[in-house]
């Protein structure tokens, strides 16, 4: 069993940046692949980009690439999200997830197995 809570979110300038972590508990944090995921209002959830379990491969929306950067830190158990250059559509609902699949990173969100509360973004322009 895998318990996330989110961090980071608040309220940027388009063009800002803010930064995102998500805090697991557990022994087992490090056999899990990591997920960002978001759902702005009257929207599905999203996949945002997604972190093997050793940290050494990533994947991005393509929405996001060159903007956000997805890490992790095993020893810490935490994941974080750093997000630049922020855009007024950046604004959602953003969620980490854990996958216990061992393959390709994944980015359907019946695929993940944990998910936290969630933690509210907001761009203005």
């Known amino acids: 069993q895998v318990h996330l ?10 063009g800002g940046s803010l930064r995102l ?3 697991a508990s557990g022994r087992t944090f490090s056999s899990y692949a990591m997920g960002w995921f978001r759902q702005a209002p009257g929207k599905e959830r999203e996949f945002v980009a997604a972190i093997s379990w050793s940290g050494a491969i990533t ?3 393509d929405s ?3 903007r956000f950067t997805i890490s992790r830190d095993n020893a810490k158990n935490t994941v974080n999200l750093q997000m630049n250059s922020l855009k007024p559509e950046d604004t959602a609902v953003y969620y980490c997830a854990a996958d216990y699949y061992q393959g390709y990173l994944r980015r359907s969100v019946y695929e993940y197995d944990y998910w936290g ?6 761009v203005s322009s």
């Open 5 to 14: 809570v989110e961090s980071g979110g608040g309220l940027v300038q388009a």
């Open 64 to 66: 996001v690439k060159g």
């Open 59 to 61: 994947y991005y929306v």
């Open 117 to 122: 509360q969630g933690t509210q973004v907001t």
């Open 21 to 23: 972590s998500c805090a």
